[in-house]
Each structure stands twice: as structure tokens, then as C-alpha cells.
């Protein structure tokens, strides 16, 4: 009878660890389609500095467009700003993959996901992007030895 299959790491959640994720799962967007809310709340504004309404309330919508286009643009950093400053950032992780499925366990959070709850693998260049019942998740290669992501390429 085969031993069941189980591997387990730990790794750190640092900057580079968060850098990888999003560069790994955020697919860029070249298109204007992005800009689209910040350039309407900006015309909106501008719109209403004619009118007879509120000169605040006109500048609250123009502030808001440049706010919104901020986000866009710098979407990245604002986001690595946001995980380094969470209780998550600088802990260790265990990462354990077995016949069950995908356990991750730290300080402060413990989550599974089972083989069964997952709809798709998708290999990236530096890991996998995982889609399960609850959403979507990274496992990076820096953290698997060469039989983890041998066993994780059969469940796809």
C-alpha cells in the first residue's frame, strides 16, 4: 500500500513574497477601460462647477476622479503598501499540500482548500494560480521542492 503524499515548507511573507503575487495574478490592463470611473466623476465635477449647485460638491467629484485615477495608476504599490502594513506581513507560514488538499497555517489565519473545492490550476511562470470555492489563490515555486509541483500538476 502507497504512503499517502505530504509535503510541507514554511516561508515568510515579505515584500518580494507579496511583489510575486500580484505580478503572478494581476493581469494589467493597457486599455483606457480602467479609467474610465475616474475620467466620469472628473467630468462630473467639471460638469457641475457650471451649474448653480455647490462649488464643494463640484470639487468633491473632481477630487475624487484625481483620487480614483491615483488608484489606477499606482494600483501596485497601494496594494503592496496595504499587505505590508496587515497583521499577515513579515509572519511565517507553513504550507502543507497532501492527499487532502492545500493548508496554510499561520499566526493568524489557518485556511484549506480541498482538491475537491478547486475548479482550475493554472500554471504561471514563478507558481500556480489556484480558483477554488472561495476565490483565487498563489502558491509560488519558491516555496514547493520539484515533487510538490510534480503532485500539484497532476491535480490539474
Request: proline residues 3%; neutral net charge; aromatic residues 12%.
Amino acid at each position: 500500500m502507497p504512503t499517502p503524499y505530504s509535503y510541507s515548507t514554511t516561508y515568510i511573507l515579505d515584500k518580494a513574497h507579496f511583489d510575486e503575487c500580484y505580478t503572478q495574478s494581476v493581469v494589467p490592463d493597457p486599455t483606457l477601460k480602467p479609467y474610465y470611473k475616474a475620467i466620469g466623476l472628473t467630468l462630473i465635477g467639471i460638469a457641475l462647477i457650471f451649474t448653480d449647485i455647490s462649488l464643494y460638491l463640484a470639487y468633491f467629484f473632481v477630487g475624487l476622479g484625481v483620487i480614483e485615477a491615483l488608484n489606477v495608476k499606482y494600483h501596485k504599490a497601494w496594494w503592496l503598501m496595504r499587505q505590508m502594513m496587515s497583521k499577515a506581513a513579515s509572519n511565517e507560514v507553513t504550507l502543507t499540500i497532501d492527499e487532502q488538499g492545500i493548508h496554510t497555517q499561520s499566526m493568524s489565519v489557518t485556511s484549506q482548500i480541498l482538491w475537491t473545492d478547486i475548479y482550475r490550476i493554472k500554471e504561471t511562470e514563478k507558481g500556480f494560480l489556484i480558483t477554488h470555492k472561495a476565490g483565487t489563490s498563489y502558491v509560488s515555486l519558491r516555496s514547493l521542492d520539484e515533487t510538490a509541483v510534480a503532485y500539484i500538476k497532476t491535480k490539474m
